[in-house]
């Protein structure tokens, strides 16, 4: 069985100030962990995604996670926040089988403050 | 870039009539997916289909709900008699072998029940 937990379902950082979304996640199986955005009434858009590679995973937008096993997160993060970061982030998980499905934490929302 | 697209972007319907929301996946994948989510609620899966069969399908997924790809383009989802409790955004999904088991999102279909 697969869950993410996502710690604070809304977060106020400033603007310029360091981001910093928490996930962690429990699997039975080597985990393929992702982070969604989306922006108001629009769908997903993936930012990042660790696939077994690399821990460090860079995305767009400037954001970067990094896996950690031991301590079972796949924390979000990005130096400097900007206005436009403001949007719903969804951290997931899946298996490593083809047609797995994607199960979603229950979503942060980020608000930047002026 | 290849991308996902769903139809209608929102569709309103009354209690116990039928609806069919419709996905054109990205053309060389093999792997599709319906999600939901409900207003202020987490994404949440409801089926993977491949090779014209259902995969894997959540408990949302019951009787009333239906998949097919009729035809070489579309993928869809038939709900036969609405609930209050359908209404959701819904999302389509694709993916395939060669992209790391990246899932892709469709924009999403509003789903409103009256």
């Known amino acids: 069985a697969q869950s993410v937990t996502q710690l604070g379902s809304h977060v106020s950082v400033s603007e310029g100030a360091l981001v910093l979304l928490r996930c962690n996640y429990s699997?039975?199986?080597?985990?393929?962990l992702f982070w969604y955005v989306q922006y108001p009434n629009q769908g997903l858009q993936l930012l990042l995604k660790y696939t077994s590679a690399a821990t460090l995973v860079k995305g767009i937008n400037g954001f970067e996670a990094e896996f950690k096993k031991s301590e079972t997160s796949f924390h979000l993060t990005k130096p400097s926040a900007h206005m436009s970061d403001a949007a719903e982030y969804f951290c997931a998980v899946s298996g490593q089988d083809r047609d797995d499905k994607i199960i979603f934490g229950k979503g942060t929302r980020l608000h930047i403050l002026p | 870039e290849p991308e996902v697209t769903q139809t209608p972007s929102h569709q309103v319907t009354q209690m116990g009539q039928e609806v069919i929301l419709r996905c054109v996946p990205i053309s060389n994948h093999l792997y599709f997916y319906w999600y939901r989510q409900i207003l202020g609620q987490k994404v949440e899966f409801l089926v993977s289909?491949?090779?014209?069969?259902?995969?894997?399908k959540s408990e949302i997924f019951d009787d009333q709900f239906s998949v097919e790809r009729p035809d070489g383009s579309n993928f869809t989802l038939k709900i036969r008699s609405t609930k209050l409790e359908d209404s959701a955004m819904y999302f389509c999904?694709?993916?395939?072998?060669?992209?790391?088991?990246?899932?892709?999102f469709g924009p999403g279909t509003r789903l409103t029940v009256t």
């Open positions: 999904a694709s993916s395939d072998w060669t992209s790391a088991y990246e899932q892709y």
């Open positions: 289909f491949y090779n014209n069969e259902i995969s894997e």
């Open positions: 699997s039975s199986v080597p985990p393929y």
